[in-house]
């Protein structure tokens, strides 16, 4: 890593201030994805499906949750049900 620059002081705070600007932005930015991931859809799950986990079957799967967060890491839900047969049997 190469060492910054030295400088005079009155560069120092000008240049801060600069760089608190990209900061903000990026911070701004950062929200705003994080509330386009928040606003994704839903997917309803096929009633007869079996849902096991450590706790059990069903809704004891998910305890004491209520709800439940599948990744499919991009796959489309057909092909990871075929990728993924025998899971939890």
Do not use: F, Y
């Amino acid at each position: 890593m190469t060492e910054p620059r030295i400088d005079d002081r009155a560069t120092w705070p000008a240049e801060r201030d600069a760089l608190l600007v990209r900061e903000k932005a990026h911070t701004r930015a950062g929200g705003g994805i994080a509330a386009a991931r928040r606003r994704l859809p839903m997917v309803e799950i096929d009633p007869a499906a079996a849902v096991v986990g450590p706790p059990g079957r069903g809704l004891e799967a998910m305890a004491p949750r209520h709800g439940l967060i599948a990744r499919t890491d991009g796959r489309p839900t057909a092909q990871w049900s075929r990728l993924a047969s025998g899971v939890g049997a």
